[in-house]
């Protein structure tokens, strides 16, 4: 026994205590993680599972009817689009948009003089002056078109892979452009008409369905060289020279009816049946008092309207969802 001073303060002491053992913390086990393998259709499942949600192809050209309503659908897009390249050419020069009808002017300067002075055609052929500015006229309009619609793909390359609408608006839209610089040019061609003694008569009348039907089968004209340029870019080196032959055939210069009944054969044939002579030779017997036509020339026109119109825009809507991708 341990003998305790009276003046001491004891403390007791506390027995050590093992440490309380740590909360066991149990988490929930995660589950384990199935791999299930990919569904795998059949092309014949996923067109019919396509087809279900209404999906299509990007790409994918679309039947005739539906390309043609996508068309009408932007029509006013083409059209504002006509309307703006049409004002911004030769925007940069000083007579500007006047330069779409000096140039055809100039050219009937210069065909003028080679041919009805130095050829003397003026003498032979009545009213020779207002004979050739319709010929010039009439067949630029067709030369434009040509060498535009060649060219409608291949200057739009950034439009045509950036935004989705029916590639035919492109060539449309150059007909459209040459169209409202024709409307300009009649204009001028009118007033020359009426100054070389000419007077207005019903036949006046038939020039708007001539230039409709030569509409036409511009348009047509414009589809095919804007796949065949598109494909093979060397066909519009060829085209000026072409088209300069085309001009010396169609009678642009001088009258073809002489020359067509001087061969009845098939030369002669060929030579009237030319579409690029049909519509000059229609607009002429409009506007010329002195001038006439065969009748038959308006089944020409009629023909060669529709024909190169059909054919030309199948053509091009066949190579639709290739345009662009080269």
């Known amino acids: 026994m341990t003998d305790i001073d009276p003046g001491e303060t004891v403390v007791p002491e506390v027995p050590e205590t093992a440490p309380a053992p740590a909360e066991a913390t149990s988490e929930p086990e995660a589950p384990p993680v199935v791999i299930t393998p990919p569904m795998v259709l059949t092309p014949d499942e996923a067109e019919a599972l396509a087809k279900e949600h209404g999906l299509r192809p990007i790409g994918l050209r679309p039947p005739i009817p539906d390309y043609l309503r ?5 029509r006013f897009f083409v059209i504002e689009l006509s309307r703006a390249r049409e004002q911004s050419t030769n925007a940069d020069s000083r007579l500007g948009q006047f330069w779409q009808v000096l140039n055809p002017l100039l050219n009937i300067a210069v ?4 041919f009805g002075v130095l050829f003397k055609a003026n003498r032979t052929v009545p009213d020779y002056i207002s004979f050739l500015v319709i010929g010039v ?18 200057n739009n390359l950034g439009l045509v892979r950036a935004l989705h609408f029916p590639r035919a608006l492109m060539p449309l839209s150059v007909v459209i452009e040459e169209f409202f610089t024709l409307a300009t040019a009649m204009t001028v ?19 708007p369905v001539a230039l409709a039907l030569q509409t036409m089968f511009n348009l047509g004209l414009a589809f095919i060289v804007a796949r065949m340029t598109e494909r093979v870019r060397d066909v519009g080196q060829l085209l000026p020279f072409l088209l300069r032959t085309w001009l010396y055939l169609s009678g642009v210069v001088f009258p073809i009816q002489p020359f067509a009944q001087e061969h009845p054969g098939i030369l002669g044939f060929l030579v009237s049946f030319n579409p690029g002579a049909v519509f000059i030779e229609l607009a002429r017997d409009a506007l010329l008092s002195s001038y006439s036509t065969p009748p038959i020339t308006w089944v020409y026109a009629v023909f060669w309207a529709v024909i190169t119109l059909t054919v030309g825009f199948v053509y091009f809507w066949k190579a639709e969802e290739k345009y662009g991708r080269g």
Do not use: D, P
Request: charged share 5%; glycine share 6%.
């Open 70 to 74: 996508q068309m009408w659908a932007r």
């Open 111 to 114: 065909y003028f003089l080679v």
């Open 137 to 154: 006229f009439v067949f630029t309009y067709t030369q434009q078109t040509v060498l535009g619609g060649s060219k409608s793909i291949a």
């Open 189 to 207: 061609c009118i007033l020359i008409v009426l100054l070389n003694h000419e007077g207005i008569t019903f036949a006046w009348l038939l020039l």
